[in-house]
């Protein structure tokens, strides 16, 4: 189903028992963070705080911190909707198919069309209208110790392209730097700052508005990797199954979700860089501080009731995890057109997203672990990957323990290790350089003598099938359970 709004998704979740309201008061400093940290680690709940000391507004966090919320926020198994989008862009002819399969494309275009994002004429996101406002009012979170202040955590981001007026939605955080004006913290890589260099080219004003707070299928996508030009919000409309509906800004020219609870409108400075961080980040470490635009709000509009909704991230596991989860789930499918070898990938927690992918393969030719590494490192948000891991097809890439006992046992340090220098994303703080570093390939698969290994290369322990049966049936009389 597809939710309205993210009030809809609290009411779900709350008849699901997945969500836990919170009357004792309250701090955004630090205190929140420190009770969701708690929750977070032992897949609790998501967490409603309806005192915020000092805020009328309750504050949401944990909305999507487990593998079961997070399939509830986007309303179907990760799989399967791996396997929707992978059916619908083969169909579109986005990939090579047969005069015959592009005949039968015809009504999945339909589909696809069926999710454009609609503008309706009024939505709640701007019941309340406030040209006069602050930020400061909004119970923003100080999220750790460290931090340089306060941040919005949960923003989604709307700027357009000025070359082609294409919409983009991305998620980057923000730090309130005062009652109208915030970091705006995309990474050099990121759609919204190549939008920005377009604009400063254009020397056109660069509008942008954020849409705090709105049904999960729309802050999913604006996490999603999807290639510059290819609007998030249809992505959301092909997620939810039904088109994002959208209103007018009332102060600049861009669309928003018309049921948000908050909408920040204004633009960014083209001149103007502030420093911004340091940052208790996603990888458990604090992001170093840099300089960023700054975003001038100028008009603040909401739902009378709106939730305030917060991400706390930090050492993993945190809810961006599942997030990430879904991204590798849901992007499987896309990757292997491009390395068809590739069977599975993870990529692990604690390597949150950019620093570890473990893909197996089904090898055929030799060299081909090192061919699907340099693959990887081409293509979209994959060229961060620190570190990739290559294992034969038959290894579970999600068990650890056997990828660390393949890797452990197989690599010849002198042959099977790939160092490659290339882009590193911004939040990497191991590299000399900021966005630019080395990156490292492990070759974990059997190697051939045609890759260098003369020797014959072992079998697998394993215990012969009829003596497996053999005991299997003995086991109930060996009293050993
Ligand atoms: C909770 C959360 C916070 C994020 N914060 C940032 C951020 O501050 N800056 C950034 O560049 N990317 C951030 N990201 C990652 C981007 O949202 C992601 O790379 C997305 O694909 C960017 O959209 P774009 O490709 O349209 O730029 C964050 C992701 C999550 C889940
Ligand atoms: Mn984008």
């Not at 208790?280 to 470490?285: K, L, M, V």
């Not at 990739?388 to 290790?417: C, K, M, Q, Y």
Request: glycine share 8%; with cysteine.
């Amino acid at each position: 189903m597809a939710y309205k709004d993210l009030h809809e998704f609290i009411a779900v979740l709350e008849s699901a028992g997945e969500l836990r309201r919170i009357r004792e008061p309250v701090s955004p400093i630090l205190e929140i963070t420190q009770i969701t940290d708690r929750v977070v680690k032992k897949e609790g709940p998501a967490l409603l705080f309806e005192n915020v000391s000092g805020y009328d507004m309750p504050v949401l966090t944990n909305a999507f911190g487990s593998y079961h919320r997070l399939q509830m926020a986007l309303g179907d198994e990760l799989d399967k909707i791996a396997q929707r989008l992978d059916n619908l862009l083969k169909m579109t002819g986005m990939i090579p198919t047969g005069f015959i399969e592009k005949l039968k494309a015809i009504p999945r275009l339909a589909e696809f069309n069926s999710f454009i994002p609609k503008i309706v004429r009024s939505g709640s996101c701007q019941e309340v209208i406030k040209e006069d406002f602050s930020l400061e009012s909004l119970p923003v979170l100080k999220c750790w110790p460290g931090d340089g202040g306060r941040f919005i955590t949960l923003p989604i981001v709307f700027t357009r392209d000025p070359q082609t007026g294409a919409r983009n939605a991305g998620m980057y955080r923000l730090q309130v730097y005062d009652r109208r004006t915030t970091g705006m913290h995309w990474h050099l890589h990121k759609d919204g700052a190549e939008n920005f260099r377009r604009h400063k080219l254009a020397q056109s004003r660069m509008e942008a508005a954020v849409a705090i707070g709105t049904d999960p299928a729309v802050i999913y996508a604006a996490t999603a990797p999807l290639p510059h030009g290819v609007d998030e919000l249809l992505f959301a409309g092909f997620l939810r199954r039904e088109p994002v509906e959208l209103v007018r800004c009332k102060t600049v020219d861009l669309e928003v979700p018309a049921g948000a609870d908050i909408i920040l409108e204004g633009y960014v400075d083209m001149e103007e860089l502030r420093l911004e961080g340091p940052f208790g980040d996603h990888t458990g470490y604090y992001s170093l501080a840099d300089y960023y635009p700054v975003f001038h709000v100028t008009c603040l509009t909401h739902r009378r009731d709106a939730v305030y909704p917060a991400t706390i991230v930090g050492r993993p596991p945190m809810e961006d995890c599942y997030l990430g989860k879904a991204t590798e789930r849901i992007f499987l499918p896309l990757i292997r057109w491009q390395v068809p070898e590739i069977v599975d990938m993870n990529l692990p927690l604690e390597g949150v997203f950019h620093n570890c992918a473990i893909v197996s393969i089904k090898k055929t030719y030799p060299g081909q672990a090192r061919k699907v590494m340099y693959a990887l490192w081409g293509l979209g948000q994959m060229m961060f990957t620190k570190m990739i891991i290559v294992v034969e097809h038959t290894v579970n890439v999600h068990d650890l323990s056997e990828v660390i006992w393949r890797v452990f046992n197989n690599i010849d340090a002198g042959r099977d290790l790939v160092i490659v220098q290339g882009p590193l994303d911004a939040l990497d703080h191991s590299s000399p350089n900021l966005h630019y570093g080395a990156k490292l390939g492990i070759d974990a698969t059997r190697k051939w003598p045609s890759e260098g290994h003369p020797r014959p290369w072992p079998e697998d322990i394993s215990m012969s099938e009829d003596i497996v049966r053999l005991v299997e049936e003995k086991w109930p009389r060996l009293g050993l359970d």
